[in-house]
């Protein structure tokens, strides 16, 4: 092939007319001449056309033919020529091209989708379209080149049916699948009274729901619109807890989503996340469960939620003592939807502690164990500074959890700090015997300050005028007043000096008309307890008793007083939840601060009689009652079921509490929990 | 005759240093009862708490039955209104006793002989007491003993404005007198009854006081209503806040309604906790006569706080109910008398709201600002121990 090809390559559209115009030498003005079409590669015949001579050129009007729709090419090259007096002429090349596309959409099924908006790219030209009612549209004026074409959010391409030069037919997807990015889908524990965490999203009563475009429909596109929907448990289920309302925050019924409410998100740029925010209210045990799609039947993915709470304790404790294993602890609190999680241990030996910290270390003797080992006593006594080893660095969630072996009180509280004291005066009617019983235990050393518990005594002998002794009194001092626990924890042995005429010499009961009863008059420090723990604020003071069951249920108790049970006037309720609802809480009746019954009437058939045995009841507890005096008929200890019942047994796990009853648990779960009590 | 002494400063700084010696007097003298002791002033400003010393000595048989810390309440009314505020002694810490022990370390019989504690408690603690300007009398009721009453004034002592008695007589005149509460026990038939019964009435005292009578021994039969039936007829003071008077046509408003969201500086905790004080401030205006309420009896023309103070005997916790009894003497609201007669009957068995008196002994107790009555006894027999032959 020969020509010049001096001038650029001309385009023009399949079955538009073109004008062949080749210079020629020669010829007659007017004469016929034929042109013929060729391909560039290959030379292969295209066309013929009949022209005529015109002013020196020979010219001809041309439809042009070129690719075909079905093709793989959009465009084809070609040139001309003609012969005149037996000179040929060449053209430079000409490229015919395709300008309409056609486009066609379908749905998975290969039915006509109609209206799906596309846009069609050759190089920087962008054609915008829609197939329309019918499922196809014909572009025009599509210029050469590759085409490229891109199905407008929410469409995805599933697969090109036809992909030719002139007939592009999709099947498409309506819509996208939707994908949880965070939280991820399945089930998702919130810890709703934890502070708002960006960096944490697990933490905080609010949520913020992110959702994006599964990887296998590609990116997110400016344009998709993600639909989310929540669906509640039935009300029964919920926590009455008014505030903070649950909602879907900007969400509301939608026709789409009733009677659930759901929210449509339209993403702005492509390759954004949609967000929403869920308000999951505090309530411990609170479910919902977030449904996202890319179309309004919300079915690619979900996620329950449910609240939970965290509390955190430091535990402090002697480093000889081996706490028991709290999974009982755990489990009672898990069912409230509560993990106590210890954030630091503190141990500490004898000589950690102060010297002259009072009634702290004691011998175990006291206590019927070895002469010589220690035990470790707190209490009102010596709390303040076992309370000041407390590094609050969870505030306003930390607990301070301290174990001792024994739980006495020597002071009326932190307070008073002066000793218990108590006046005992009665009659003694042989040289030794016990006095009677204080309100509270006495030790060998004083608790509060370590001495004899003896602070003043005296006798005084009731012989009647002109008996022996009449008249003659004395005083009594420690060596006289001895404390033998392994008999008698509140009482004292008290044996009168003799030595001729002392009062051991003079007592008596009467009858012989010689010796007569002696009165004594002691005065005796005391402490008040045993106790199995308390809670003051965020210290929980818990006894290392025996029995795991028992110290967990004491760990559990503690911690429900810290966390404002049992329900009260001063213990008052969230919004939503009425305090005489619950039917079994209680105040006084012997146990200090609110707690729980559930449960006891159907253990107690007596009642200690005060006199050394009991009596039945007659039908449940009184208002007036002190449920300690509550009991079976062999005089055994009743209980609540509940762990917030104000007593429980120290080692006996039959008798250990079934968790939080039915009655408190509404209230544990309702419980804010953002903030200890103070 | 055993007295508490103490300077003022010494209730704070050293309220038990003379404690042993107090209880030996006590055990000395054979002293059986309460008595107390309390500041005769507390200054608002310069202290936060009012500090109460007890002693309390008891037969060794009435101690092993009723523990202090258990069965005693402690009653302070305020002169200048009558309000009333009761409260116990328990240790309240939320402390976990182990059960009782069987009765190995108790006496079945603890036999003659006499035990005295001296106990410290903060009485503005112990009864809810609101910190703010009063005269009040305080007594302390323990199965059938109650303590002298001591009277304690709280002031502010302050700056000058405080001290300046013109200052005080102007605010007095600007201070829109106070109005009497509703009726409690509301009448109803045929009791609770305030009106003066011919044949039942005890005869009105001469000298300011209550004369009581009170059904001394009363069976609880199950087929008909028995009844308990405490009578009273008293003269007591009359304050112009106890007179019934029309609504006044600028009603003081009733505080806002508490906003329920926390604001940014409080936790969900502190929030509940501030809607409940808030929520509580109209009560706690009603209970202080600051707003208006319709005391429920057309004819009264004045209604008068009285105490009632119930003791289970010969343990138990006390029961306390401020009583609102209405008088229908004429008089003048503009000029009422200096004191007014009145009379009650009330059947213990059948109060409202579920406080009434239930089977076993009780102490009674009348209370009427300086003005006390007891204790009245009672029995309340079940039907079961009556009966059968001699």
Redesign the interface.
Known sequence: MSGSATAKVKQVPVDKEATLELKVQGGEEGAPVTFTVLKVDGDEQVDTVDGTIKKGKAVAKWVAKGPEPDGEDRSLRVYYTCEVNGVKTVSPELEVYLAKVEVTSQLEDGSALADASFVLEVGKKEIKGSTGSSGTYTVDNVPPGEVEITWRAPLRLVEWVEDTAGKKKAKLKKSFKAQLLWPPEGDHKQWVNLKKDPKKPEQGNRLQVRVGVHPDDGPSRAGDVVYAKIVYPAPADLSPRE??KRELVKGAVQPWSDPDPGIAVELKKDGAEATFELELG?AGGDQVTVKVGGTDTCEDAEVTITNWRKVFYQLTRNKASAVHDLSRAEGDLADVFVVYEQSKELTFERKDTPKDLPGAWVDAAEFGGTAGDLLLVIGSHNAAWFRKQFVDDKK?LGNHVMICDK?Y?AW??A??K?PL???????LKKATDWS????GEVFQKNLADGKHPL??GSWTSTAPKGKPGYGKKGKLAAADVAVDRTQ????VLVTLPGGGSGPGDLVGDGTDDAHFPV?V?L?LTYA?????????GPHQLIVLTPGSDCFND?IT??LG?TL?QAPSKTN?P??GLVLDDHAHRYN?H????PHCAHGLNAAATHK?D???GVEAL?GDA?????Y??L?KAD???V?GDCVMY?????SDPSSAADGFCADCKPYVKAQ?M??M?S | MVELRLERAQFWDAP?RD??AL??R??DDGFLGLRIAAPDEVDLDARATLPLVTLRSAS?RDA??S?F??DAVGVALRLESGEAWAG?F???????????R???????????????????H?LRERLGLPWRPGTLRVTLFQGEHASNPVTVRLVRAGGALARDPDVAQFLAARRRPAYPQPVWPPIDHPYPSYERDEETSPPVPDARGFAVTLDRVVELEPRRAARCMLRASFRLPLLPRHVVRPAPEDDEAAPSAPR??PTPDE????A??R??REATRLADARARGLVWQDVGDAGATAVLPVVLVAC?LP???PQVWPLQVPVDAPLDPAAPPAEVAGHLHLDLLALPEGRRL?G?SWAVWLLAGEHASGPHRTAVV?S?AVGGGA
């Open positions: 505030q903070p505090l306003p739980q009180d009326e509280s307070k008073s002066a004291r108590q006046l005992v005066s009665f009659d009677p019983a204080l309100d602070v003043s008698q924890t509140r009482r009165r008059t005065t008040l307890g045993p106790y199995l723990g308390e809670s003051d004491t108790h503690e007083h404002r008052a969230p919004k006084y012997g146990h200090s601060g200690r005060g006199k050394g007659a009184t208002d007036e009652d002190d300690g005096d009991c005089g055994s200890s209980f104000g007593s429980g047994p120290s804010a953002t903030t009590r | 038990q404690e042993l209880l030996e006590a055990a060794l092993a039955r523990a810390r258990k116990g328990a240790r309240e810490k939320g402390g976990r006793p182990p059960p009782r069987p009765a190995a370390d108790l006496d079945e019989d603890p036999g003659e002989g006499l035990t005295a504690n001296l106990y410290v903060d329920e969201a936790t969900w905790e502190q509940e906790a809607e409940a289970p343990a138990g916790r239930r076993g079940p079961s």
